[in-house]
């Protein structure tokens, strides 16, 4: 391992591999329905409809009466209320008044450069909206603009989810939690009546001309179409399995914004805990790894005659590295230096100015680290 290698030696980007240079200027998105849409969007609408269409065309008709009339109200008040809170979350603009204002969504957002300011809120003002902001409104990448009470951002609506549309997210959830709830119930009392009474679930008008059981009839009662017992209980088992997969997943999700109400925390407030906390935990460390860094903190310490004791704990990659890397202090030529012109001078200082002259400029002479975002030069201090 070199150490003193070009490439590792770089305190400022190089042309071409600044981060900004590699992020195109793009547009904010309007809302939902802003192009491109999500995949995740496309699969929520294809299986909405597909529901949709086996639950009151298939399944629902079957069920005997009043039954059916009860499950038709239920199953439809919340099919249609899904339907226009999703509709109105999507189309809401999330974004702050002051965003808002500016109606410039056709317009490029400029680049955001680290290398000018930290954050791109800062003190209450956004430096890519060029707004006033409120304290809980976030910048979102993927919409590219200043979101009010920002909660998330949601790939299935293809927007964000902020103080704005938040309750027609949320009676969104519910209702479409309810509506996969009542057909999975619908689905498993038809394939056991299918075995115990099938006669229960032929009380159509257009059953009474049909002999035998084998002979099923759906989309009742505008446009019967006959199908067999088979295939019934087929669709039937892959709508149940869907609708317990998109059950768990909506459960899940409802379950989880109830205990965010209970918290009083958003989504995005719940995230950053969680970071913190594990930011925590990995401050805190392992004490095997407090303990190595600890040696490495002595090794770094010493002088240029690494301790055998010491030695023998690290490895003598790293050790060696060290040695060279304190070689190199004493001169401003980084790796470049004659070996035998740094013998002689080092032969020619007395010891106690040695290591004294090693502790300094190890704590001064340290070259710049680059920020990992390209932001600016940092030292190990400010890491």
Known sequence: MNCFNKKLRRTSPMHGSSKNELVPSKPPRV??????????????????????????????PLLPPPWNHVVYSVTGIAFVLHFLTNIAAVTIDPADGSVRA??????????????KQPHVIKDLHCYLCDVKVGPKVKHCGVCNKCVEDFDHHCKWLNTCVGGRNYWYFFVALCSATLCVFMLVVVILFICIQHYLDPGSLRTAPQFHDMLGNGTWLVFLPLA????????????????????????????????????????????????????????RKSDSGNPKDVK?????????????DVPANLKSRLSESICTELE???????SFHYGTENPRELN??????????????????????????????????MTPDDT
């Open 324 to 330: 060279n890397f304190r070689k190199s202090e004493n």
């Open 224 to 279: 019967p179409i006959k199908t067999s017992s088979a295939g019934l209980l087929i669709l039937a088992f892959v709508t149940a399995i869907l609708s317990i997969t998109c059950l768990l997943l909506l459960g899940h999700l409802l379950g989880f914004h109830f205990y965010l109400f209970f918290k009083g925390i958003s989504t995005y407030d719940y995230v950053k805990m969680q970071r913190q906390k594990e930011t």
């Open 292 to 304: 190595i860094h600890n040696k490495t903190l002595q090794c770094q310490d010493n002088s240029i």
């Open 344 to 377: 002689t001078s080092n032969n020619k200082m007395p010891e106690n100015e040695e290591t004294h002259s090693g502790v300094v400029t190890s704590a001064h002479r340290v070259p710049g680290v680059q920020d990992p975002l390209g932001s600016a030069v």
């Open 31 to 60: 809302n939902g329905w802003s192009w491109p849409p999500q995949a995740f969007q496309v699969v929520g609408w294809v299986v909405y409809s597909y529901l949709g269409i086996v639950s009151f065309g298939i399944y629902i």
């Open 102 to 115: 500016k109606q410039s969504y056709s317009n490029p957002m400029p680049f955001f450069d680290r290398m």
